[in-house]
């Protein structure tokens, strides 16, 4: 086995699906549940991952981009995959938000699915960079952003795909936005004369 079998670049997380707390980890080229108190594996499946997994009272969500780009519902009881879709969410992770999962993935595709089934409710193109920040959700918007600077405000409506604002700040973002007491704090990028400069 080769040491890329072993990598890992997402963070483990706590989370709560089906009234039972658990660690939810993907790397390794595994999606992996552990109990909280004893370490002890509750389920796994294969396949290559990168970004954080994220779920809901029933289902488990996890991205990968390498070998397969494929987006997977697990089932946290017992370990079944649900459904899975084909799409390269990879350094990105998605968002749960009602009853609907949302995904920004390589090339600025963004996705809405159904959570519980994983049908395709509508798909559409932000932007040409690529990317590395997630989505995140704050009340009924999403918030994107790209390698590029760009953020796109998106409602999370899964019938209808609506951008209400395009904003730029400076050539690059990499870091995922944060929200704190009604503000978003972006980290971003800009090339000058002096070189490279971050601004918060």
């Given at each position: 086995?080769?040491?890329?079998?072993?990598?890992?670049?997402?963070?483990?997380?706590?989370?709560?699906?089906?009234?039972?707390?658990?660690?939810?980890?993907?790397?390794?080229?595994?999606?992996?549940?552990?109990?909280?108190?004893?370490?002890?594996?509750?389920?796994?499946?294969?396949?290559?991952?990168?970004?954080?997994?994220?779920?809901?009272?029933?289902?488990?969500?996890?991205?990968?981009g390498y070998p397969k780009?494929?987006?997977?519902?697990?089932?946290?009881?017992?370990?079944?995959?649900?459904?899975?879709?084909?799409?390269?969410?990879?350094?990105?992770?998605?968002?749960?938000?009602?009853?609907?999962?949302?995904?920004?993935?390589?090339?600025?595709?963004?996705?809405?699915?159904?959570?519980?089934?994983?049908?395709?409710?509508?798909?559409?193109?932000?932007?040409?960079?690529?990317?590395?920040?997630?989505?995140?959700?704050?009340?009924?918007?999403?918030?994107?952003?790209?390698?590029?600077?760009?953020?796109?405000?998106?409602?999370?409506?899964?019938?209808?795909?609506?951008?209400?604002?395009?904003?730029?700040?400076?050539?690059?973002?990499?870091?995922?936005?944060?929200?704190?007491?009604?503000?978003?704090?972006?980290?971003?990028?800009?090339?000058?004369?002096?070189?490279?400069?971050?601004?918060?």
């Open positions: 086995m080769t040491g890329l079998t072993h990598s890992s670049y997402s963070s483990p997380i706590l989370g709560r699906v089906n009234g039972r707390p658990q660690i939810l980890m993907s790397g390794g080229g595994k999606v992996s549940s552990y109990n909280i108190s004893v370490g002890q594996l509750l389920w796994e499946i294969a396949g290559g991952m990168a970004a954080t997994v994220v779920w809901n009272d029933e289902l488990v969500f996890a991205s990968g780009k494929l987006i997977w519902a697990t089932n946290p009881v017992t370990g079944e995959v649900v459904w899975t879709q084909k799409a390269q969410s990879y350094e990105q992770s998605m968002v749960v938000g009602g009853e609907q999962l949302y995904a920004v993935a390589e090339g600025g595709i963004a996705y809405c699915w159904d959570a519980a089934t994983g049908e395709e409710r509508w798909r559409e193109l932000l932007g040409s960079g690529a990317e590395s920040a997630s989505p995140i959700l704050v009340g009924d918007l999403l918030y994107a952003t790209n390698k590029r600077g760009q953020t796109f405000v998106f409602r999370a409506d899964p019938n209808n795909f609506e951008i209400l604002a395009t904003n730029r700040l400076g050539d690059e973002i990499f870091a995922t936005p944060t929200v704190v007491n009604n503000r978003v704090y972006i980290r971003s990028a800009e090339d000058g004369r002096g070189g490279r400069a971050e601004t918060l």
